[in-house]
T-cell receptor, first 117, second 113 residues
Framework: DTGVSQDPRHKITKRGQNVTFRCDPI?????LYWYRQTLGQGPEFLTYFQNEAQLEKSRLLSDRFSAERPKGSFSTLEIQRTEQGDSAMYLC???????????????FGPGTRLTVL | GEDVEQSLFLSVREGDSSVINCTYTDSSSTYLYWYKQEPGAGLQLLTYIFSNMDMKQDQRLTVLLNKKDKHLSLRIADTQTGDSAIYFC?????????????FGQGTELSVKP
């Protein structure tokens, strides 16, 4: 399977705990995005990487959230001191570089559903 | 996505055509997208259209874009029960160099046999 993969698919945690999610983009894609989707809503942009550089962060990304893409391949999203309001589906997407046929396409992974008790 | 609006529900009979509508507010949109989401799953890219086009057809899917009215629609011909899902429209704006997408709330399509 050469699509975007995310791990874990589901995470249940207690309020105040830290959680980390992983995203593996399509291998030749240099751009990677994180979105958050709450029930009944469309995805909302969180942050974006081009290769290993984090180039944009949404105001939704509080200082409890941190994302990395150290080698320009997989990415991790960490949430510290989780709150019940963090419960959502966290989606990762990737797209190709300028000139690639996938430059204007974003392909999504299956998501990680986080439940904070 | 307060800048992208969709009606929340649509119900059709199997074999009929479905038309899902979307309006957006930012005239700098460069590309407009339709995604499909089945329960508990990620988003599947169905099709997209560049803002200087007014129509794109891809098998059973037809996208119409009225740039003057900032209105986008997705027509699904011969709708099947497997088309039941939530459909999201999304826009990419010219000044968002990174290409982030702005999504609508989604339209839940229910196909009755």
């Amino acid at each position: 399977d050469t699509g975007v993969s995310q791990d874990p698919r589901h995470k249940i945690t207690k309020r105040g705990q830290n959680v980390t999610f992983r995203c593996d983009p399509i291998s030749e894609h240099n751009r990677l995005y994180w979105y958050r989707q709450t029930l009944g809503q469309g995805p909302e942009f969180l942050t974006y990487f081009q290769n290993e550089a984090q180039l944009e962060k949404s105001r939704l990304l509080s200082d409890r959230f941190s994302a990395e893409r150290p080698k320009g391949s997989f990415s991790t999203l960490e949430i510290q001191r989780t709150e019940q309001g963090d419960s959502a589906m966290y989606l990762c997407a990737s797209s190709g570089q300028i000139g690639a046929s996938s430059y204007n396409e974003q392909f999504f992974g299956p998501g990680t559903r986080l439940t904070v008790l | 996505g307060e800048d992208v609006e969709q009606s929340l529900f649509l119900s059709v009979r199997e074999g009929d055509s479905s038309v899902i509508n979307c309006t957006y507010t930012d005239s700098s949109s460069t590309y407009l997208y339709w995604y499909k989401q089945e329960p508990g799953a990620g988003l599947q890219l169905l099709t997209y259209i560049f803002s200087n086009m007014d129509m794109k057809q891809d098998q059973r899917l037809t996208v119409l874009l009225n740039k003057k009215d900032k209105h986008l629609s997705l027509r699904i011909a011969d709708t099947q029960t497997g088309d039941s899902a939530i459909y999201f429209c999304a826009e990419k704006r010219i000044y968002n160099q990174g290409g982030k997408l702005i999504f609508g709330q989604g339209t839940e399509l229910s196909v009755k046999p």
